[in-house]
């Protein structure tokens, strides 16, 4: 069974860091391009950064480019984003995702239950 | 950017009823559009991939159509599981722009 877990969320001042983590099990990681998404309360999705499944090419949404951090480490199967400078309207919930890839669309497949980032 | 206009915004309808939604990109994204399921509190859920290819294990009532930059998905003989908020996705530009969302309530 393919699991997701986040971890890291919790409450941070205007101004802190966060450390987010993302645990995969059931399929290996080192085959998948990954993302994190967000989602603020009561709002939609937000795309915030993707990166490669060999680290090599990273994006990131114009929101958070120059704060946000994305990296991997296949041997440990896990994903991670470090957030700095983190600002009122970085509150959401943050979903780690894979990238499902039909030889041309791509997709997101598998999602993680989420973890919220309270910035207060 | 590639923005993704939904519409409606959110609707009401009844167990049975078939329901459409649209969702428009700013520009040309081929067939590169996929849809997700939301329900309260939980994770999305992709539905449709491809702007037609059904999810493995999603029900053959939802239905997606559409290339370029109009799209559509449609439920048929919408259940009470159903009701919740519907996202469609761009995944022509690494930018990965979802659209704002629809919310099926009863």
């Known amino acids: 069974e393919v699991q997701l877990v986040e971890s890291g969320g919790g409450l941070v001042q205007p101004g802190g860091s966060l450390r987010l983590s993302c645990t995969i099990s059931?399929?290996?990681?080192?085959?998948?391009?990954m993302n994190w998404v967000r989602q603020a309360p009561g709002k939609g999705l937000e795309w915030i950064s993707y990166i490669s499944s060999s680290s090599r090419t990273i994006y990131y949404a114009d929101s958070v480019k120059g704060r946000f951090s994305i990296s991997r480490d296949n041997a440990k199967n896990s994903l991670y984003l470090q957030m700095n400078s983190l600002k009122d309207e970085d509150t959401a919930v943050y979903y780690c995702?894979?990238?499902?890839?039909?030889?041309?669309?791509?997709?997101?497949?598998?999602w993680g239950q989420g973890t919220l980032v309270t910035v207060s | 950017d590639i923005l993704m206009t939904q519409s409606p915004s959110s609707l009401s309808a009844s167990v049975g009823d078939r329901v459409t939604i649209t969702c428009r990109a700013s520009?040309?994204?081929?067939?590169?559009l996929n849809w997700y399921q939301q329900k309260p509190g939980k994770a999305p859920k992709l539905l449709i991939y491809a702007a037609s290819t059904l999810q493995s294990g999603v029900p053959s009532r939802f239905s997606g159509s559409g290339s370029g930059t109009d799209f559509t998905l449609t439920i048929t003989s919408l259940q009470s599981e159903d009701f919740a908020t519907y996202y469609c996705?761009?995944?022509?530009?690494?930018?990965?722009?979802f659209g704002l969302g629809t919310k099926v309530e009863i």
């Open positions: 059931g399929f290996s990681l080192s085959s998948y391009g």
């Open positions: 996705q761009q995944s022509n530009s690494p930018l990965f722009t």
């Open positions: 995702v894979s990238l499902g890839d039909s030889g041309g669309p791509k997709y997101f497949q598998h």
């Open positions: 520009q040309s994204i081929s067939n590169y």
